[in-house]
């Protein structure tokens, strides 16, 4: 059973720092792209960041500066560095784990969300 399991997110203050984790089980996590998306009320899910399972980086012209997703092959996690935080930032904040080609049929996964809020 393939989980994917997020933690970090909370109220931090408009310039503030989080850092998200996003813990895989049940798949091989070394060969999946992973990302992180998040969804704002009453707008559509978008991708914040991702990593190929070679390391290589993207990013959100919005967030690009500010935050860094970085991966763990060793302890099947991925991460997300937030820095200089605004409140445009408050959004649920999900993990993705994309695999490589049609492996596995092509199937993706999502974990459950975290809350991020940016206020003061």
């Known amino acids: 059973q393939v989980q994917l399991v997020e933690s970090g997110g909370g109220l931090v203050q408009p310039g503030g720092s989080l850092r998200l984790s996003c813990a895989a089980s049940g798949i091989i996590f070394r060969i999946y792209a992973m990302g992180w998306y998040r969804q704002a009320p009453g707008k559509q899910r978008e991708l914040v960041a991702a990593i190929t399972s070679g390391g290589s980086t993207n990013y959100a012209d919005s967030v690009k500066g500010r935050f860094t997703i970085s991966r763990d092959n060793a302890k099947n996690t991925v991460y997300l560095q937030m820095n200089s935080l605004k409140p445009e930032d408050t959004a649920v904040y999900y993990c993705?784990?994309?695999?490589?080609?049609?492996?596995?049929?092509?199937?993706?996964?999502w974990g459950q969300g975290t809350q991020v809020t940016v206020s003061s």
């Open positions: 993705n784990a994309d695999p490589p080609g049609s492996y596995g049929g092509g199937q993706d996964y």
